[in-house]
């Protein structure tokens, strides 16, 4: 489940403040509630039904305390100044389910709008689809839009980190076949602070 390694990845990791953009029933985000140091965690889907499902499993019986958590059904390609400002923000196998021209606008909203200081993304490796049988002609999923092998993946991700300011790292997650790689595959962006574009300033000429 990708779920596990995106914890890790990046929310798990020291982020104290996460978005979790496309939550859905929330796998990710009841992992995310057992992080001591997480504060605070807002979850973001198109899906009023699986927002109430994810409500009902937070509901469902007592809790220790733990972070503030906010779910929004809210398109997650529109820029809100409310979800600037964050640690982490991890997208757990939803950019395929994106068309082309909306996965531009997510760019978009998260690495430029956002700007958290560290995404996290997995995606199914189309490389692993003949292992569990799925057809050539057919994806893992019938609502996804596309499914990429790892050299893709990795050189979108390489390419948003060079358009926006990230370092990203794609490797294999949900198991590491040796000719082709995992079921599923993950890419750590992390925000490479920018130097200060201020000139420094010339020293006045000597009197003479």
Sequence with gaps: MAARPAAG?????????VLDLGCGDGDLLIRLLAEQQITRIVGIDLSQAALDRLRARLDRGPRPPGPQVDLWCRSMT??????????????VETIAHLAPDVLSALEAAVFDSMRPCQVVVTTPNAEFNPLPGVPRQRMRHPGHRFEWGREKFGHWARGVGARHG????????DGRHPTCGGASQMA???????????????PAPRAP
């Design 9 to 17: 990845g990046g929310a798990g990791g020291g982020a104290r403040r």
């Design 188 to 202: 750590v962006c992390t925000l490479v602070k920018a130097p200060d574009p201020t000139p420094p300033a010339t």
């Design 78 to 91: 529109v820029p809100d100044p409310r979800l600037c400002g964050f640690d982490c923000a991890v997208l």
């Design 166 to 173: 990230y370092g990203c790292a794609r490797q294999d997650i």
